[in-house]
Structure formats: C-alpha cells, structure tokens
C-alpha cells in the first residue's frame, strides 16, 4: 500500500498564461520528490480566494508558497500579507518590458511582508523550486540528499562540457 505524502509547497500563478514558465518549477520539485499542489490564482481577479488561499495555506499543511507573476505583479506580496510561510517570488518574463515591470513590483516590498525574489523568468522558475527545496531540507534530511545528488549531476554536467571545445 502506498501511502500518500501531504503537498508541502504551494505553486500559485496568476495566469495559465504563466504555467510554460511555472512549469519548470514543478518538474524540479517533481524530480527532487516534493510533493506539491498548483493553483491559478490573482490578486486582481480573485481576490477573495487569494485571501482565503493565504489564510489557510498553513493550516492545509504547506511549508513554502511560490507565487510566480506577471507585470504588475502583485500575487506573491498580496499571499506574503496573508500568511507566515516564506513566499518565493518569481517574476514572469512579459512582452513589452521583458519582466522588469514584474521584479520590480516583486521585490520590492515594505517592511512587514518580505518576498525573497528570484531572477526573471525559466532560470528564476527553477531556482525557486530549489529555493523552496533547500527551505524543507534545513529539517528534511532526504531532501537535503536530493539537493546534494543534483549538485554533483551539476558539476559532472559541467565539467563534461569541456569535451565540447574544439
Ligand atoms: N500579475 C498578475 C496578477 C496578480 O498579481 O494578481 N494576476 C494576473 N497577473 C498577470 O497578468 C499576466 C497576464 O495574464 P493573462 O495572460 O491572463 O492576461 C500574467 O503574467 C499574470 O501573472
């Protein structure tokens, strides 16, 4: 009998738009074995939900919500001021500004409501499943195993990468 482990991260958007960029983020959680639930949600549009999503993000169990939008980003600050978990950011890469209108309302945040922010689009995605994993592996010693193994597939990746040179 295989016994079902409790989402522990909370992947939000604001857009289905988003999810090519999002995705990235589950793949590696998927890979590193997190378990993981993921919701289109909006500060603009949805507002009630985003609320009720924040408020109750903790009791349902999760330790980290990343919230990836774009433009005027406003998703991850909004879930930040309703809840304690950490909330990783990811700034969604948009067409007429590149994602710099999106980082900008991301991270920079006041006092009382912090988003740790990460780069603009497919490599920020990934780093925030990273982030979020390296958050559970401070108290989660298979994770923290996950995280190691990857690094050494990093630096054989990289270091076989000289065979290219001509
Ligand atoms: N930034 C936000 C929020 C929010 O912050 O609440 N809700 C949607 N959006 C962003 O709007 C962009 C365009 O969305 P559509 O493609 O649906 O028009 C998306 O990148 C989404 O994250």
Redesign the pocket.
């Known amino acids: 009998m295989s016994v079902e482990m409790a989402n522990v991260v909370g992947v939000a ?6 999810w090519p960029t999002m995705k990235l983020a589950c793949e590696l959680l998927e890979k590193l074995g997190i378990p993981y639930e993921k919701h289109v ?6 507002p009630d939900e ?1 609320q009720a999503f924040g408020k109750s993000a903790r009791n349902n169990g999760l330790k980290v919500i990343i919230a ?11 879930i930040a001021a309703n809840t304690t978990l950490p909330v990783i950011g990811v700034p ?1 890469k ?1 067409r007429t500004l590149n994602g710099v209108d ?1 980082l900008l ?1 991301i991270v920079q945040m006041p006092f009382g409501a912090p988003v740790a922010t990460v780069s603009i689009g497919e490599s920020g995605a990934k780093n925030s499943a990273l982030l979020a994993a390296q958050i559970l592996a401070t108290t989660d010693k298979t994770i923290e195993k996950k995280l190691l193994d990857l690094k050494h597939e990093q630096k054989v990746e990289a270091k076989n990468s000289e065979q290219q040179f001509d």
């Not at 958007?13 to 988003?18: P, W």
């Not at 949600?41 to 949805?46: D, E, G, K, L, T």
């Open positions: 958007m604001g857009s289905i738009s988003d949600i909006s500060a603009h549009r949805m985003l990836g939008a774009g433009g005027a980003a406003h998703l991850p600050g909004m969604i948009t999106s309302s």
